[in-house]
């Protein structure tokens, strides 16, 4: 399941979810809203119910946007005990999937 934050929400959940998957987005955004579904349906599956899967709109909520380090959109991004695993701007299911895999084995 994908919850929708923001910059206070986010800054919570690194204190208590040990695993994220996090989507940064923006309204204006068509590869956006069709990545969403995907993005969702990865949330899903399972096997991923450990990790907590977030969705941000990048242009509201700044500090998230720069913990991160946002450099295009849609952006993804792995975090494990408050510290970046990885990142990349990208809308490939398989790219997703493959982060979530470095996430779990890190």
């Known amino acids: 399941m994908v919850h929708q934050t923001n910059d206070i929400g986010f800054q919570e959940f690194l204190k208590t979810h040990p695993q994220i998957v996090i989507k940064l987005y923006a309204n204006w955004c068509g590869v ?3 990545f969403a579904a995907k993005y969702n349906k990865v949330s899903n599956k399972i096997g991923n119910e450990e990790l907590l899967f977030l969705e941000v709109n990048a242009e509201e909520n700044p500090f998230t946007r720069n913990f991160v380090n946002v450099s295009n959109l849609p952006f993804l991004a792995t975090i494990k005990n408050g510290q970046m695993v990885e990142s990349a701007s990208t809308s490939k ?8 895999i470095r996430l779990k084995t890190s």
């Open 32 to 34: 956006c809203r069709l």
């Open 93 to 100: 299911i398989d790219y997703l999937e493959n982060m979530i």
